[in-house]
T-cell receptor, first 108, second 118 residues
Framework: QKEVEQDPGPLSVPEGAIVSLNCTYSNSAFQYFMWYRQYSRKGPELLMY????GNKEDGRFTAQVDKSSKYISLFIRDSQPSDSATYLCAMTGNQFYFGTGTSLTVIP | GAVVSQHPSWVICKSGTSVKIECRSL??????MFWYRQFPKQSLMLMAT?????????EQGVEKDKFLINHASLTLSTLTVTSAHPEDSSFYIC??????????????FGPGTRLLVL
């Protein structure tokens, strides 16, 4: 079983839709959870960073961590064409683990 | 804050030559730096992890003599692709993390270096 599972998509949504991106993991020792956004031919950019369970909101983005279910989510409200990118989840205890990334396209 | 730069952003070289890529953390001290390569439409593949002042730890299947990593200071790591061949053409991305030994909170990525070996 992989440490981190992420549906690669691709995911296409109309502009203005709410997007839900998810990852599951197997290691209960993970403490820090991150979401990165990567545009084509660019390095990943840190979007959200959370510690332990709960929600964190930043503008149109909400990161959610459920440690009991070993499940993390990233919600994007009022999605825009500029949100079209690959979204990577990542988590760490003593080592980093990345999901494979979900490709998102927001259609105008 | 937390800016990581990479240089060069792209490089084209002849087969058999060596290429050096620099990764710098501009506004924080990075206890650990990571090197990844990424093929088109694929996920990041971790190549090696390096801590300042010590030898890099390479992932299985990555040739340490082929990909030389030096982490000379808390703000600079270099990756040298030695005797590059066309199959080494890829997008190389570094990242930097701060934190106490054995615990790193998050990684900040550089913009990547596109290498094309002719």
């Amino acid at each position: 079983q992989k440490e981190v599972e992420q549906d690669p998509g691709p995911l296409s949504v109309p502009e203005g839709a709410i997007v839900s991106l998810n990852c599951t993991y197997s290691n209960s020792a993970f403490q820090y959870f991150m979401w990165y956004r990567q545009y084509s031919r660019k390095g990943p950019e840190l979007l959200m960073y959370t510690y332990s369970s709960g929600n964190k909101e930043d503008g149109r983005f909400t990161a959610q961590v459920d440690k009991s279910s070993k499940y993390i989510s990233l919600f994007i409200r009022d999605s825009q064409p500029s949100d079209s990118a690959t979204y990577l989840c990542a988590m760490t205890g003593n080592q980093f683990y990345f999901g494979t990334g979900t490709s998102l396209t927001v259609i105008p | 804050g937390a800016v990581v730069s990479q240089h060069p952003s792209w490089v084209i070289c002849k087969s058999g030559t060596s290429v050096k890529i620099e990764c710098r953390s501009l506004d924080f001290q990075a206890t650990t730096m990571f090197w990844y390569r990424q093929f088109p439409k694929q996920s990041l593949m971790l190549m090696a992890t390096s801590n300042e002042g010590s030898k890099a730890t390479y992932e299985q299947g990555v040739e340490k003599d082929k990909f030389l990593i030096n982490h000379a200071s808390l703000t600079l790591s270099t990756l040298t692709v030695t005797s590059a061949h066309p199959e080494d053409s890829s997008f190389y991305i570094c990242s930097a993390a701060s934190g106490t030994s054995g615990s790193t909170e998050t990684q900040y990525f550089g913009p990547g270096t596109r290498l094309l070996v002719l």
